[in-house]
């Protein structure tokens, strides 16, 4: 399964390496990325730091110059806006790529979507009658893809994202409204119960795009058809009070710069800017500006990296860790170098709980979405993270024992919650269980794993949590659920034994796909469940050996940069996936033996953690419709992860060999 030497040292590059050399260097690059975690660590959480966005930067420009120009905008906020035009502008200037184009981050390739929102962003704004050279450029790149042919290639029969860029294209005067496909935005009129039997040609999450942009195409292009022009007119006004029924405390839909830009130019492009609707998403837009005057993709991620980082902190022991009390938060958090999870820590994830039912998605109480924020969104993959992060932790000092009776509860209504989104495949969704086979409606290995391992954390606390919340899945229930989901897993399982995932990528694959995530996401379930000798978990540890780089790493590619900015001269591997890779091997029995490919990928990422690269995220993460982002966070949560993986095996080998010389 995975190889192994028939001695505890290997010779590599002349050097002798044995398992008491690599545990002090993994020891000292663990304290360095702990420190490095804990310098980042705001108020018992982690809030990270998204990559500035080109195509959040365009939209956010197009949406606040259709504002200006539709009188919408109200007096104390027409200077903010004017400068937040320019200043936007200039920034989509100093990104444009070598090839005329841009990519969705500053680390992205250049591609159709992005490049065509910024060349609509410039026409809406008058910047392009400033800087002729670039929006040429930028024109010449289009043009030579393929432009419209090229955006329908790279989204198929997902109208979710076309529909938006042809739409922003159509109210900059770059496309005929002919070419916008009509949305039927009368469906969001419908009971929210009944949208996924709908049959929507957008995914779940784009309802309010789909209000919006429909309404803005019937207002420039009514269909011929009187019937249905007629039903259209009658469901103006239902499907704005939708919208506006659908809209955060924040403003944002999903805290997304795009989404939330979409919606509002639309609805200034046909004089509704003046709407309340329409003024929430102004200022929501200009709050969500980064210093730099660029927009994220999103607000930020801060419940998905605490949970994460909870869960990679719990992998030095075996052992649950303890939680600081109450009395001790402040000190403990000014004094130590690892970062302490406090009280403050579990009662600001419990908090992030969603209480009611979900007025975007219709998801009933108990799951998590990605940030505190308002307008975050239960999801398959954030609700099984929280579940993970407080199975780990430590709550039975006498002075917790209340949040622990809080953990518990919410522990059972997030595990029903789980139960009840799973697939008829036996895979879980993101948002909605059975909405359509669009891509991102679809169950996800990823999140399937994701869903079986917290089962299992909590499978043998079961009876406690019933006590604290009576609808707790019972054993039968949860066991049966996982049962499907193995079985959901085998299937997707690829030929060559990997698994793809549905919201991370790589962007130097031809598919844009990372088998590297995905096969490492799965490889952790299967761990947990401990099935490592099944056969698909053979075949995905196989795929991952084989898989491993000339430089020891693994996924990355060409666009791979580190250190100010330069491509490293021996390394074109990426943090985030080798520490993912290393973590899945190490929990299937990787330190078991002094192995080849663990050390030569130790090696690796002690290496880049020394040269100080903890900070150079990469663009592996997919946001809604393929939009790509970086997560500062991810380089350091991911590595501790792996590391603290590496050490309890090795501390657990040391101390099982040292119980059997004393007997």
Request: with cysteine; glycine share 8%; aromatic share 8%.
């Amino acid at each position: 399964m995975i190889e192994s030497v028939t001695s505890e040292t290997l010779i590599q590059d002349g050097a002798i390496l044995t398992v008491d050399s690599m545990h002090d260097r993994i020891l000292r690059a663990w304290a360095k990325t702990a420190e490095c975690l804990n310098g980042q660590m705001r108020n018992g959480h982690w809030t990270g730091e998204l990559s500035t966005s080109a195509l959040s930067t365009a939209t956010a420009v197009s949406a606040l110059s259709l504002c200006r120009t539709h009188n919408c905008l109200a007096e104390e906020v027409r200077a903010s806006v004017d400068q937040a035009i320019e200043v936007g502008c200039r920034w989509l200037a100093e990104h444009q790529h070598a090839d005329g184009g841009f990519g969705d981050t500053d680390r992205s390739h250049s591609n159709i979507a992005t490049s065509l929102l910024v060349r609509a962003a410039w026409e809406l704004a008058g910047f392009n009658q400033r800087s002729i050279a670039q929006m040429e450029a930028a024109e010449r790149y289009i043009d030579s893809i393929g432009k419209w042919d090229a955006l329908k290639r790279r989204y198929g029969k997902d109208k979710t994202f076309v529909v938006p860029i042809l739409t922003n294209c159509a109210l900059a005067g770059l496309a005929n409204w002919k070419q916008v496909p009509a949305l039927p935005f009368e469906a969001a009129w419908l009971p929210q119960s009944w949208y996924r039997l709908a049959r929507m040609p957008v995914v779940s999450y784009a309802v309010p795009a789909l209000v919006a942009m429909g309404q803005a195409k019937y207002f420039f292009q009514p269909p011929l058809n009187p019937a249905l022009r007629f039903l259209r007119r009658q469901a103006i006004e239902p499907t704005l009070r939708v919208l506006s029924k659908m809209q955060p405390d924040s403003g944002g839909y999903l805290e997304a710069v795009p989404l939330t830009s979409f919606v509002l130019m639309s609805l200034a492009a046909v004089d509704n800017g003046h709407l309340p609707v329409a003024q929430h998403c102004i200022r929501f837009v200009l709050d969500s500006r980064l210093e730099d005057g660029s927009w994220p993709i999103d607000t930020n991620l801060a419940t998905w990296l605490t949970s994460s980082a909870v869960v990679a902190l719990g992998r030095r022991s075996e052992t649950p860790m303890k939680v600081v009390v109450e009395s001790a938060d402040a000190g403990a958090a000014a004094c130590e170098q690892v970062p302490a999870i406090t009280s403050r820590t579990v009662r600001w994830l419990l908090g992030c709980q969603h209480r009611r039912r979900h007025p975007f998605t219709g998801a009933m109480p108990g799951g998590w979405g990605w940030t505190d924020l308002s307008g975050a969104v239960p999801d398959a993959d954030d609700t099984p993270a929280a579940l993970l992060a407080l199975a780990s932790l430590d709550l039975t000092e006498p002075q917790l024992m209340r949040l622990e009776r809080q953990s518990f509860a919410a522990a059972g209504e997030g595990l029903r919650w789980l139960t009840e989104l799973q697939n008829r495949d036996g895979g879980w969704p993101t948002f909605c269980r059975g909405w359509g086979k669009l891509p991102f409606d679809r169950s996800g290995t990823d999140l399937t794993a994701h869903a079986l391992r917290a089962f299992h954390s909590w499978l043998p606390r079961l009876e406690q949590l019933r006590r604290e919340h009576s609808a707790t899945p019972s054993t039968n229930e949860i066991e049966a659920a996982m049962r499907r989901g193995r079985k959901y897993l085998a299937r997707r399982q690829q030929p060559d034994g990997s698994w793809l995932p549905l919201w991370f990528g790589n962007q130097d694959q031809v598919a844009e796909e990372n088998p590297t995530y995905g096969t490492a996401k799965v490889l952790l379930a299967y761990a947990d469940l401990a099935l490592v000798d099944e056969s698909p978990a053979k075949a995905g540890i196989e795929f991952l050996l084989k898989s491993q780089n000339c430089d020891g790493g693994w996924g990355g590619g060409p666009s791979v940069k580190y250190k100010g900015g330069a491509p490293d001269a021996t390394s074109s591997s990426s943090i985030e996936e080798t520490a993912l890779a290393l973590e899945a091997l190490v929990q299937c029995g990787g330190v078991t033996m002094c192995t080849p490919t663990i050390i030569r990928g130790l090696e690796w990422l002690a290496n880049t953690i020394e040269r100080g690269n903890l900070d150079c995220s990469w663009p592996i993460g997919f946001y809604f419709a393929k939009l790509w982002y970086h997560e500062r966070l991810y380089p350091a949560i991911f590595s501790l992860g792996a590391l603290g993986a590496v050490l309890q095996r090795i501390e657990l080998t040391k101390l099982r060999t040292q119980c059997r010389v004393s007997e």
